[in-house]
Structure formats: structure tokens, C-alpha cells
């Protein structure tokens, strides 16, 4: 089925430990991008790519990493956990222009 | 900050009866989403807003776009338990970043 493919679903880490969210999708989206979803904050966007070999920062970049180097992968880098990173994430891929957005089924990460 | 303001944050209503849901932005809106997510689920898109005075339907749920299209508001008749869960606007504001409201918590009591 086409869509987006978010893994994993639950992750708990230790502060300090490195980890990587994955997002794949199969409808040649060039627009993807992640964001965390916290009590009360609705959804932050953290980092996006407008194409492969794009990205820049969104509202709450800082302590994330991202690389585009295909259409399809967009992951994101966790370089040493934080508890402050304990939070759902969402990634999400839109197609060119003004269109729906599909989101990945999310990823709860709980670093103690 | 919040591109997107989203109100109110929660909604208790009895079942049957009708609400609204507002979406607000400082800035044109170049398309607008509506949302609904399941407590622990993933998000499940409702409906998308393009132009100004916009105004589309899905069962029991409206959502329309203002003609300066700054606002957005999601009604729903006659709520019913199912409609419970968290629901949020998103939107493109720039051309380029999609951001999202706060979402508003909805509690349907049978």
C-alpha cells in the first residue's frame, strides 16, 4: 500500500545514546518532513526537505539531524538523546504545491 | 511560537449536540488542513481548504475557510462518541513549512 513508512513505533533510550527515526514513502513526494508532538503543543516542526539534497531547519531544530539523500528516505538523527527529546514524532510527506499530507504513524521515544 | 492558533484547547460536550472548532493565522493560509487523531493513534486526514470561502463536508463534519483565508472552523452536528480524539489544523504559511495548531482535545459524553 503507498503511504508513509515511519519506524520504529516505540524506542526508549538512554541519555546520551544516538538513534535514527526512519521515513519512507512511495508516491515520489518531494516535500517530507518530521515533527514532534508534545502535551499541549500540538505538532512542532523540526526539520524539512523540499527534494532530495534539500533540507533546512523548521521551528524546533535543535539536537536533530537530517539528510535527503533520495526521494524516498528521510531520516532523523537523534546525536545524543536528551530527556527534553521524549516525545512523539511524526513524519509526513506532501506532494508539490498545495495538496494532503500523509503522515507516518508516529514514533513515541522516551529517553531517560 | 505558533503559527497556527488553534481554539478552544478542549471541548467537553453531551452527545448531540453541536460544536466548532476555530483555526486562526497571522498570515494568507495557502491551504488548509483538518486533522483527527485517536488518542495514541496516528493522524487521520479530515478534509483540505484551498481558496477563500471554501467550504467542504464530510458526514457531520463542515469545515469552511474565511474569504481573506486567515481562518478556518471545523463544525460538527450532532456529535456522537466516535467523533472524541484530538483534532488540528495545518497549513502552509510560507510556501515552504507546514505548521500546525495546537489541536483541541474533543470528549463526546454518551
Known amino acids: 500500500n503507498a503511504g508513509v513508512t515511519q519506524t520504529p513505533k516505540f524506542q526508549v533510550l538512554k541519555t546520551g545514546q544516538s538513534m535514527t527515526l526512519q521515513c519512507a514513502q512511495d508516491m515520489n513526494h518531494e516535500y517530507m518532513s518530521w515533527y514532534r508532538q508534545d502535551p499541549g503543543m500540538g505538532l512542532r516542526l523540526i526539520h524539512y526537505?523540499?527534494?532530495?539534497?534539500?533540507?533546512d531547519q523548521g521551528e524546533v531544530p535543535n539536537g536533530y539531524n537530517v539528510s535527503r539523500s533520495t526521494t524516498e528516505d528521510f531520516p532523523l538523527r537523534l546525536l545524543s538523546a536528551a530527556p527534553s527529546q521524549t516525545s512523539v514524532y511524526f513524519c509526513?510527506?506532501?506532494?508539490?504545491?498545495?495538496?494532503?499530507?500523509?503522515f507516518g504513524q508516529g514514533t513515541r521515544l522516551t529517553v531517560v | 511560537s505558533q503559527e497556527l492558533e488553534q481554539s478552544p484547547q478542549s471541548l467537553i460536550v453531551q452527545e448531540g449536540k453541536n460544536l466548532t472548532i476555530n483555526c486562526t493565522s497571522s498570515k494568507t493560509l495557502y491551504g488548509l488542513y483538518w486533522y483527527k487523531q485517536k488518542y495514541g493513534e496516528g493522524l487521520i486526514f479530515l478534509m483540505m481548504?484551498?481558496?477563500?470561502?471554501e467550504e467542504k463536508s464530510h458526514e457531520k463534519i463542515t469545515a469552511k475557510l474565511d474569504e481573506k483565508k486567515q481562518q478556518s472552523s471545523l463544525h460538527i452536528t450532532a456529535s456522537q462518541p466516535s467523533h472524541a480524539g484530538i483534532y488540528l489544523c495545518g497549513a502552509d504559511t510560507t510556501g515552504n513549512q507546514f505548521y500546525f495548531g495546537t489541536g483541541t482535545s474533543l470528549t463526546v459524553i454518551p
Open positions: 509526513a510527506s506532501i506532494s508539490g504545491g498545495v495538496a494532503e499530507a500523509f
Open positions: 481548504l484551498q481558496k477563500g470561502g
Open positions: 526537505s523540499v527534494g532530495a539534497g534539500i533540507t
